[in-house]
């Protein structure tokens, strides 16, 4: 059991895991055990030597268990300590260049997916491009976010560089271009990634958006058919069609009915958490002449966003709730993110 888990053959970046010898070590354990218990067998002052001994044992590493545990308390203190015992920890710095980005520090998560980025420099081997190309990409969605798209554009095309067929890079680098209004280049890149993977839904509802953008109205719903077919748990693509088919300016395109079933599955799919999606089935309800239920849904929208401290989102939706009140629908067609 040990013999393929001890780094003769590498598997993954790491020459060994500590993980695979666990179940190795119970043969291991029961030997000692045993030989343990043959010596203490053979004097009466060695087995309580060897009671002694064990108890010891067992005292000192339930302590060293209690210091260790104390670091998997969350993911930023135990990731924060293997940084503190470990030198070019790379794999330290991106993961808590994750979790930074996710608590809103962009200047910190730089600062860590930097630091992974120098370790892994100096990791000349090829097999290390993959782990270098998934850093990069994480650096310049952190750039992105930030508000510094040219520089992010340079980490993206190193990404690239490093792994050609990349997907994520791709369709990353797709909503950074969107962002800036590029749309073309976005959808290029939405285009690549379905090249390498087909079955992506997050890239087909992409699409879908900078099609709606474009005035494809037609082109977007297609997109957003296939996204729902593709990822039948996912509310975005959903509550985009319902949009369209709620607001679309074009009649022949335009059915409160198909709107109000999209937008309330996206509503039930995101447990009424996102007041875009609610917002969106009050336009819907409009559409469908529901208009006391369109004043309702649009209130609940209001609650949500100002709950998550949307102030902007709130205020378009009292300009709504006008509409609704006067017996009047949206007539107007905006991608729904």
Same mark, same amino acid.
């Given at each position: 059991?040990?013999?393929?888990?001890? #780094?003769?053959?590498?598997? *993954?970046?790491?020459?060994?895991?500590?993980?695979?010898?666990?179940?190795?070590?119970? *043969?291991?354990?029961?030997?000692?055990? /045993?030989?343990?218990?043959?010596?203490?067998?053979?004097?009466?002052?060695?087995?309580?030597?060897?009671?002694?001994?064990?108890?010891?044992?067992?005292?000192?590493?339930?302590?060293?268990?209690?210091?260790?545990?104390?670091?998997?308390?969350?993911?930023?203190?135990? /990731?924060?300590?293997?940084?503190?015992?470990?030198?070019?920890?790379?794999?330290?710095?991106?993961?808590?260049?994750?979790?930074?980005?996710?608590?809103?520090?962009?200047?910190?998560?730089?600062?860590?997916?930097?630091?992974?980025?120098?370790?892994?420099?100096?990791?000349?081997?090829?097999?290390?491009?993959? #782990?270098?190309?998934?850093?990069?990409?994480?650096?310049a969605d952190a750039l992105a976010r930030k508000g510094q798209p040219d520089e992010a554009m340079v980490h993206y095309e190193e990404a690239i560089r490093l792994q050609p067929n990349y997907a994520d890079a791709y369709y990353n680098r797709g909503n950074a271009l969107f962002a800036q209004g590029r749309i073309d280049e976005a959808m290029a890149d939405w285009e690549k990634t379905l090249q390498i993977q087909p079955?992506?839904?997050?890239?087909?509802?992409?699409? #879908?958006?900078?099609?709606?953008?474009?005035?494809?109205?037609?082109?977007?719903?297609?997109?957003?058919?296939?996204?729902?077919?593709?990822?039948?748990?996912?509310?975005?693509?959903?509550?985009?069609?319902? /949009?369209?088919?709620?607001?679309?300016?074009?009649?022949?395109?335009?059915? *409160?009915?198909?709107?109000?079933?999209?937008?309330?599955?996206?509503?039930?799919?995101?447990?009424?958490?996102?007041?875009?999606?609610?917002?969106?089935?009050?336009?819907?309800?409009?559409?469908?002449?529901?208009?006391?239920?369109?004043?309702?849904?649009?209130?609940?929208?209001?609650?949500?966003?100002?709950?998550?401290?949307?102030?902007?989102?709130?205020?378009?939706?009292?300009?709504?709730?006008?509409?609704?009140? *006067?017996?009047?629908?949206?007539?107007?067609?905006?991608?729904?993110?």
């Amino acid at each position: 059991m040990l013999l393929p888990v001890i #780094g003769l053959v590498q598997v *993954g970046e790491q020459g060994h895991a500590d993980r695979y010898t666990y179940l190795p070590h119970i *043969g291991l354990f029961l030997l000692a055990v /045993w030989l343990a218990a043959d010596l203490a067998a053979v004097h009466q002052t060695r087995s309580r030597l060897a009671t002694a001994t064990a108890v010891v044992i067992i005292l000192a590493l339930a302590w060293a268990a209690f210091i260790q545990t104390s670091y998997w308390r969350n993911s930023e203190i135990l /990731w924060a300590h293997a940084l503190d015992v470990t030198s070019d920890n790379d794999f330290a710095h991106n993961n808590l260049g994750y979790l930074c980005v996710d608590q809103g520090e962009l200047d910190k998560a730089i600062a860590h997916f930097d630091a992974a980025l120098r370790i892994r420099s100096r990791k000349l081997d090829p097999h290390y491009n993959v #782990g270098s190309a998934f850093v990069r990409m994480n650096l310049a969605d952190a750039l992105a976010r930030k508000g510094q798209p040219d520089e992010a554009m340079v980490h993206y095309e190193e990404a690239i560089r490093l792994q050609p067929n990349y997907a994520d890079a791709y369709y990353n680098r797709g909503n950074a271009l969107f962002a800036q209004g590029r749309i073309d280049e976005a959808m290029a890149d939405w285009e690549k990634t379905l090249q390498i993977q087909p079955n992506d839904a997050d890239a087909h509802t992409c699409i #879908g958006n900078a099609l709606l953008r474009k005035g494809s109205l037609k082109e977007a719903i297609a997109h957003y058919e296939k996204a729902l077919a593709l990822a039948p748990g996912d509310p975005h693509s959903r509550n985009n069609i319902a /949009w369209v088919f709620a607001t679309s300016s074009d009649g022949s395109i335009r059915d *409160g009915v198909k709107a109000v079933e999209f937008a309330q599955e996206a509503v039930q799919l995101s447990s009424g958490r996102d007041p875009n999606f609610v917002r969106t089935l009050a336009a819907a309800y409009a559409e469908s002449s529901r208009f006391s239920e369109a004043v309702a849904a649009a209130q609940q929208a209001i609650t949500i966003a100002a709950m998550q401290g949307k102030t902007g989102l709130a205020n378009t939706l009292r300009k709504e709730i006008a509409l609704y009140r *006067g017996h009047m629908s949206l007539r107007e067609v905006e991608p729904r993110n």
